[in-house]
C-alpha cells in the first residue's frame, strides 16, 4: 500500500491536491471557530450556494476565467450577510437559509435553460459534491490558491486578538475604540474567499463540514481560545490529508471522505470530553 | 464629567430616548432604573459610544477621553459556552488601544492582573470562562471592564441573575472601586433597594419618558 501511495505521489496532480487540500482546511477551520461562535455556522453552506449560482452564470456568459464572476458575487453576498448585523430586517439564520435556497434554485435554472454541455446533471453533480475536481486542478489553480491562503493566513494571525475582541463581544469591542465595522467586513471578505476556494475540495454541499467540524471538535476539548484554534487548525489538516489520501487508494470521493474523516474526529473529540468529565 | 444635551437616541426611525438633558459629575455613584424597555441600556450604550446619537450631544469634559471610560454589557447567551480563558478575555480589553497590537506586553499583562486582583478573581487567571459560576463571569467581565477604564464605569444590570450572596460581593467591590479608586460609576440597575443604599444619585427613567 506504501509503494502504491508513493507511485500516486509521482504524479503532480496528486501533490497539487495536496497541497491546496491541506491549505482549504486550514484556513476554513481557523476562520470556522470564529463563525460557530458568533453563531453563523451556516454561513459556509449559504456562501457557497451563492458561488454555485454565480458559477452557473459565469457558465452561461462563457467567461474566461469563472473565479471573476464568482469570487465578486460570493463577497458581496457575504459581506451583506454579516455586515447587516442587528439592524437588518431579515436577521441571521433567515437571511442565510433564504440566500442559499435561492441561490441554488437560480443556479440550476440557469444551468438547465441556458447550458450549452450535453450532461447538465452531472455537471452540477460535480460543483455540488467536489467529486474529482480537486484531482484535476491546473498548476494556475494551485497558485492563486497558494496566494490566497498565504494572504488569508497572514491577516489572521496579525489580526488575531482584534478577531477575538469582536467574537467574544463585539459592543464591549466598540465601546473601547476597536473600528468593529471594519473587522467585520475583513472577516466576511475572508470568509467568502476561503469559501469560494473550499468549493474546489469538497463542493458546494459539504463546505460546511470544513467550517464546522474542526471548530466544534476542538471546542469540545479544549478551553481556550488560543488552543481551540490551533487544535481546529491541526485536526481540519490532518482529517483532511487523511481523507485525501484514502480517497486517492480506495478511489472514493474527495469531498465525502473528508468530511466522513471530520466526523470521525468530532465523535472521538466527543467521546475523550465525556470520559474526561465522567472521571472527575 | 459627561454633559448630554437635547439628546436624542433609538433604532432605525424609533426614538427610544428623547431630546434628554443630563449632566454626570466627576465622584458620581449613579444609578439608573427604571421599568423594561423604558431606555435605560439605550442610555447607557449612548454613553459607551456603541450608539450614536440621532441628534443632540454627548459631551466629554474635564479631559475626560473615550478610553477611560470602561463599559460592562449584559452577558449574551453566545458567551455563556465561549471557550476562552480569562485572561484572553481580560487582555481584550487593550485591543482598542492601537489598530494592530499582536502581542501583549508585560505591563499590560501586569495591569490586566491588577484588575483580576480589584475584582477578587486573581486565582482564576487560568480558569476556562464557560465553567465559572455566574458571579465570577460577572466579576471577570468587570475586570475587563476596569482595563480599559481609569476614571469611568458604566454597569448594566452587573448583579441580574445573581443571588444574595454574589450580589453583595459585586455591590461591594463597586463601592470599594468608588471610593478608593475615585471611578465614577454609572449603574443601570432594577435593584431599587440597593440603588438607594449605594447611590449618590438616581435617576428614574420611567419619569423622563412620560
Known amino acids: ?280 | 464629567m459627561i454633559k448630554c444635551r437635547n439628546l436624542t437616541l433609538g433604532y432605525g426611525c424609533k426614538n427610544i430616548v428623547n431630546s434628554f438633558d443630563y449632566e454626570i459629575n466627576s465622584g458620581d455613584y449613579l444609578c439608573i432604573i427604571g421599568r423594561n424597555g423604558c431606555g435605560k441600556t439605550t442610555f447607557l450604550r449612548g454613553l459607551a459610544g456603541i450608539l450614536r446619537p440621532k441628534s443632540g450631544k454627548i459631551e466629554l469634559c474635564d479631559n475626560l477621553q473615550r478610553k477611560q471610560i470602561g463599559y460592562l454589557p449584559q452577558i449574551t447567551i453566545a458567551q455563556k459556552d465561549f471557550p476562552a480563558s480569562v485572561e484572553e478575555i481580560v487582555l481584550s480589553a487593550f485591543q482598542g488601544k492601537s489598530l494592530l497590537l499582536p502581542f501583549y506586553g508585560r505591563a499590560l499583562r501586569e495591569r490586566a492582573r491588577e484588575c483580576l486582583a480589584l475584582t477578587r478573581t486573581e486565582n482564576l487567571r487560568k480558569a476556562c470562562f464557560r465553567e465559572l459560576s455566574g458571579g465570577q463571569k460577572q466579576r471577570v467581565l468587570l475586570a475587563r471592564a476596569l482595563c480599559a477604564a481609569e476614571r469611568m464605569l458604566l454597569l448594566d444590570e452587573p448583579v441580574t441573575g445573581l443571588d444574595p450572596e454574589s450580589s453583595q460581593n459585586m455591590y461591594s467591590i463597586i463601592k470599594e472601586l468608588h471610593e478608593q479608586k475615585k471611578m465614577t460609576i454609572v449603574m443601570v440597575t432594577h435593584d431599587v433597594e440597593a440603588a438607594t443604599k449605594y447611590a449618590t444619585r438616581i435617576l428614574d427613567f420611567n419619569e423622563i419618558v412620560k
Open chain 1, 1 to 280: 500500500m506504501f509503494d502504491q501511495l508513493l507511485f500516486y505521489l509521482d504524479f503532480p496532480f496528486v501533490r497539487y491536491a495536496i497541497i491546496v487540500g491541506t491549505l482549504i482546511s486550514l484556513c476554513s477551520s481557523l476562520l470556522g471557530v470564529t463563525l460557530v461562535l458568533k453563531r453563523y455556522s451556516y454561513i459556509g453552506g449559504g456562501l457557497s450556494h451563492v458561488a454555485f449560482g454565480a458559477l452557473a452564470i459565469a457558465s452561461v456568459l462563457k467567461v474566461t476565467n469563472n473565479m471573476f464572476i464568482i469570487l465578486p458575487v460570493t463577497i458581496i453576498v457575504a459581506v451583506l450577510l454579516l455586515c447587516g448585523g442587528k439592524d437588518a430586517r431579515i436577521k441571521g439564520d433567515a437571511a442565510i437559509a433564504m440566500v442559499s435556497a435561492g441561490a441554488l434554485a437560480i443556479g440550476y435554472l440557469i444551468m438547465n435553460i441556458f447550458s450549452a454541455s450535453a450532461n447538465v446533471a452531472g455537471d452540477v453533480c460535480t460543483t455540488l459534491f467536489g467529486s474529482m475536481s480537486i484531482l484535476t486542478l491546473k498548476s494556475t489553480d494551485v497558485y492563486l490558491c497558494v496566494a490566497l491562503s498565504i494572504v488569508v493566513l497572514l491577516t489572521f494571525v496579525l489580526f488575531y486578538h482584534k478577531i477575538f475582541a469582536i467574537t467574544f463581544d463585539e459592543n464591549f469591542a466598540r465601546a473601547t475604540g476597536v473600528n468593529v465595522n471594519l473587522f467585520n467586513l475583513l472577516i466576511a471578505i475572508i470568509i467568502a474567499v476561503i469559501i469560494v476556494l473550499a468549493m474546489n475540495l469538497v463542493g458546494a454541499l459539504l463546505v460546511s463540514a470544513l467550517v464546522v467540524f474542526p471548530a466544534l471538535s476542538a471546542m469540545r476539548v479544549f478551553k481556550s481560545f488560543f488552543s481551540v484554534t490551533i487544535a481546529a487548525a491541526i485536526i481540519s489538516v490532518v482529517c483532511s490529508l487523511a481523507g485525501i489520501l484514502v480517497a486517492i487508494l480506495a478511489g472514493t470521493p474527495v469531498g465525502s471522505t473528508i468530511v466522513a474523516m471530520d466526523i470521525a474526529a468530532f465523535l472521538i473529540c466527543y467521546i475523550t470530553n465525556f470520559i474526561r468529565s465522567r472521571r472527575i
